[in-house]
């Protein structure tokens, strides 16, 4: 099982603001664009109409909680949802 984290970031936060290298690390969490996202398979996700820039995050459901932490904490981030993927 994974969850995929449907990030909105603040103006003139990019990819590498959201998680740091110890936590990309430790949990092998990917950060995608939409267009990385369908490239590898994940469509189908409506994106909130105006909200500006996203990036998708999937993680092993296990480290979710983790990532969720990291988010709330986060400058760069206006607002996120968290998706459960089979």
Do not use: N
Not at 9 to 30: I, M, N, P
């Amino acid at each position: 099982m994974m969850t995929v984290f449907e990030v909105y970031l603040a103006e003139g936060t990019g990819s590498a603001d959201l998680l740091s290298a110890e936590v990309l690390k430790e949990t092998g969490a990917q950060v995608m664009t939409l267009e990385e996202a369908k490239m590898v398979g994940f469509q189908g996700l409506q994106t909130l109409d105006g909200a500006g820039d996203v990036r998708l995050i999937a993680v092993a459901a296990r480290d979710a909680p983790w990532i969720h932490r990291c988010l709330e904490g986060s400058r760069g981030v206006v607002s996120f949802r968290a998706h459960q993927v089979d």
